[in-house]
């Protein structure tokens, strides 16, 4: 094994997205969220898979994203989330779609669009229902439709919103009062228009959560990636990634001896410490050092020590029988990736998508060899 990689299962990515799938009415499509390097795996192969399973929509952040995606041979339509007017000639060159959140930004793609002749070119409308993020608030409907029905450069393809906290059961009445909006604002503009583009607002959790919210698409990205925002729900999906390293060397430490950067840690009694050749320039926060976070060495915790470096972190394996280049698991399979969040009060998402591109990408794929 390389020292360290990140190893993607393409065939934990099958299983989860078919676990997600079964939630959903048959006519119910699926856009696949494959934004930041797909939360942190690879987002081409991961857009490979899900093409191939039937997806029928991607959506990422940035323009930059969409063009990689489309430049790596992705034919599937794909929404660009957070476009920047400077990149619209870019999105239109590279057939991507692209989110209309604002007056500023509708106005100035129709007119793009309108200098470069086109006709019906696909962009998607967004409503902000309260997470106060991007999208049309306090929706003048006859506005937006006016600057629509003035043109044939554009055609709506969606309208869609963003949940605030559909994981959280607690809030279930702002989220039904979100849904409830989003239907008002939609219904109003598809009256407007003379045509019926589709609905999207569930995320991951409203899947679970909301089946009434499902309309014509959902989008879905933690959960294809193992994630369920709750301990029921994760026991039913399989982490795709799994971060990987070996022991690089074993020292005794001696009492009173100091382990790495500021003396930060010192031995109480006789020590052993491993050191890996991971740190916080491929993604392990120096929030994980001086003992809140841990590793995994023969199916135990060995926790971090001292300070993470920038290539590596050492950790305490005076219970653990391994050796130099033995394996080690910093998340994924047998490492919850949620367990070793929470140490620092954080959350997958933040872990997952912080590995660094000089990691290695392992792609594992039943139906294929090892790549």
Do not use: W
């Not at 047998?334 to 290695?360: D, F, H, M, N, W």
Request: hydrophobic share 40%; net charge neutral; proline share 3%.
């Amino acid at each position: 094994m390389s020292h360290t990689v990140l190893e993607i299962d393409l065939n934990a990515l099958e299983h989860n997205y078919n676990y997600l799938r079964s939630k959903l009415r048959p006519e119910v499509k699926m856009l696949a969220v494959v934004k930041a390097y797909a939360y942190g795996s690879e987002s081409a192969h991961i857009a490979k898979k899900l093409e191939s399973l039937g997806v029928a929509y991607f959506a990422v952040a940035y323009a930059s994203e969409g063009i990689a995606l489309r430049e790596a041979g992705i034919q599937t339509p794909i929404l660009v989330l957070h476009p920047q007017i400077e990149s619209f000639s870019s999105i239109i060159k590279h057939c991507l779609e692209p989110s209309i959140y604002s007056f500023r930004v509708l106005k100035a793609f129709i007119e793009i669009a309108e200098n470069q002749n086109l006709n019906e070119y696909p962009v998607h409308i967004k409503f902000n229902t309260g997470l106060n993020r991007l999208g049309f608030k306090d929706v003048n409907e006859a506005e937006i439709l006016q600057h629509l029905k003035e043109t044939k450069a554009v055609k709506v393809r969606s309208l869609f919103s963003h949940l605030v906290a559909s994981e959280d059961l607690n809030e279930k009445t702002f989220t039904l009062k979100q849904i409830e909006t989003f239907e008002h604002n939609a219904k109003n503009i598809i009256a407007g228009l003379g045509y019926t583009p589709m609905m999207h607002q569930s995320n991951t959790s409203a899947i679970i959560n909301y089946p009434q919210a499902q309309f014509d698409m959902v989008r879905t990205g933690i959960g294809l990636y193992g994630y369920g925002n709750t301990q029921e729900e994760d026991l039913k999906l399989k982490p795709v990634a799994t971060l990987k390293t070996i022991i690089s060397q074993i020292h005794e430490i001696a009492v009173g001896e100091t382990v790495g950067y500021n003396r930060a840690h010192t031995a109480a009694k006789k020590e052993r410490t491993a050191t890996l050749p991971i740190g916080h320039a491929d993604g392990i926060s120096r929030s994980y050092g001086k003992g809140k976070g841990y590793v995994i060495i023969n199916g135990k915790k060995a926790p971090i020590i001292g300070n993470v470096c920038m290539d590596m972190i050492m950790v305490n394996v005076t219970r653990i029988d391994c050796k130099e280049g033995d394996e080690v698991i910093v998340f994924g399979k047998g490492a919850s990736a949620v367990a070793l969040s929470a140490r620092i009060k954080s959350i997958p998402y933040e872990l997952i998508t912080a590995v660094s591109q000089r990691v290695t990408r392992k792609i594992i794929d039943e139906s294929q060899e090892e790549f």
